[in-house]
């Protein structure tokens, strides 16, 4: 099993920055990876980026790339979500997930962060 707490969620304003926090436990040594996603009000919960455990290899969608940065601390099991020049439609709940080798799905998951973007 493996355990995951998101945190740094939280109001910020149009063109503001927020870098979110996702702490892996349990079961780390069998995280192959690990990724963001998001649910907007009303919407279907979309990727956003992950990370590969083993070689930090990064992946995002492209409406995202450039604005938004995942990166991971092997000490502390720990992936981050950094958001900049951040807009009233990157508000939603933002989720951390993890995959284990081998399965096409992601296995676990956080239980989110809000953030809100205010215009």
């Known amino acids: 099993q493996v355990q995951l707490v998101e945190s740094g969620g939280g109001l910020v304003q149009a063109g503001g920055s927020l870098r979110l926090s996702c702490a892996a436990s349990g079961r780390t040594d069998s995280i192959y990876r690990m990724g963001w996603f998001r649910q907007a009000p009303g919407k279907e919960r979309e990727f956003v980026a992950r990370i590969n455990w083993f070689d930090d290899d990064t992946y995002y969608t492209n409406s995202l790339k450039g604005r938004f940065s995942i990166s991971r601390d092997s000490a502390k099991n720990t992936i981050y979500l950094q958001m900049n020049s951040l807009k009233p439609e990157d508000t939603a709940v933002y989720s951390c997930?993890?995959?284990?080798?081998?399965?096409?799905?992601?296995?676990?998951w956080g239980q989110g962060t809000q953030v809100t973007v205010s215009s």
């Open positions: 997930a993890a995959q284990l080798p081998g399965i096409a799905t992601y296995n676990y």
